[in-house]
């Protein structure tokens, strides 16, 4: 599953231990927050996250989110952002 129209999400880290995996992403455009799928940092180049560092993530079936990847203001089409 993903955003609205098949499209990714986007918005920034809330929280993550490194030590458990745990971590917790708000979405840039209605505040939602998702945890951290158990695999959501395989196959990125991701091997800890940041708080505020923004990223581009799938919601997967149980409402996880999963696939991260790096996000920009000019990727993620902010309104307003400057190039």
Do not use: C, W
């Amino acid at each position: 599953m993903q955003g609205d129209a098949g499209r990714p999400v986007q918005g920034v880290v809330k929280s993550y231990d490194p030590s458990s995996g745990d971590g917790v992403i708000l979405t840039d455009t209605n505040l939602a927050e998702f945890d951290l799928a158990a695999d959501a940092l395989e196959g990125s180049i991701f091997r800890m996250l940041r708080q505020g560092q923004r990223v581009i993530f799938d919601v997967n079936p149980a409402g996880q989110a999963t696939h991260l990847r790096l996000g920009s203001e000019v990727d993620m089409g902010t309104p307003d952002f400057l190039q």
